[in-house]
């Protein structure tokens, strides 16, 4: 199986990804940024993997910005788009053009806390427990068909710091793991 992975920051995901390639059933065929000051970048450099980076800072409109997606990604062969801290919303024509191709991870609970800050919601909600969904995107908002979640208990100590780094351990050792069981 053969993946685009899209980031848009450190790159942690990225990197777990391409850490596991040999081990797993998928191949990194490319990679994609919407940010030229992403550490990922770096990341797919170290590992040999091509890394289109298109700044949509350059882009007045979303959609423009997501036709230059679609020409680069209608150019290489590839079976799932992976996005791994990619902090953009799709574009309804271009989730339309990869329908059941687009995977995302969701720092939260899924249907809870869709969108963004969702550690500090889980704390000012006095959450029992938090964690992370992988799932199909769909044209709404962090609501497609959740493939895999993986929960852990608050505890009192907890804060912001800590629960980010929590969930960043989760994801970085099922994300590549669930996309290769699931999808091969």
Do not use: W
């Not at 797919?44 to 890394?51: D, I, S, Y």
Request: proline residues 5%; aromatic residues 10%.
């Amino acid at each position: 199986m053969k993946i685009v992975v899209f980031f848009s920051g450190t790159g942690t995901n990225l990197r777990s990804f391409l850490e596991q390639e040999d081990d797993l059933s998928y191949e990194v065929v490319s990679t994609f940024t919407n940010n030229p000051k992403a550490n990922g970048i770096q990341i797919a450099t170290e590992f040999n993997k091509p890394c289109k980076i298109i700044d949509h800072q350059d882009y007045l409109e979303r959609e423009t910005f997501d036709q230059e997606i679609y020409k680069y990604l209608e150019g290489i062969d590839f079976d799932y788009i992976v996005l791994a801290g990619y902090m953009r919303i799709l574009s309804s024509f271009l989730v339309d053009a990869y329908e059941g191709q687009i995977i995302n991870i969701h720092p939260s609970l899924l249907p809870k806390y869709p969108g963004l800050d969702t550690h500090k919601r889980a704390l000012a909600a006095h959450d029992t427990h938090h964690g992370t969904t992988i799932h199909f995107v769909i044209n709404e908002l962090d609501a497609g068909p959740i493939i895999r979640q993986e929960s852990f208990p608050i505890e009192p100590n907890d804060n912001l710091e800590s629960l980010i780094n929590k969930v960043k351990e989760i994801e970085n050792d099922i994300y590549p793991k669930t996309v290769s069981e699931y999808l091969t």
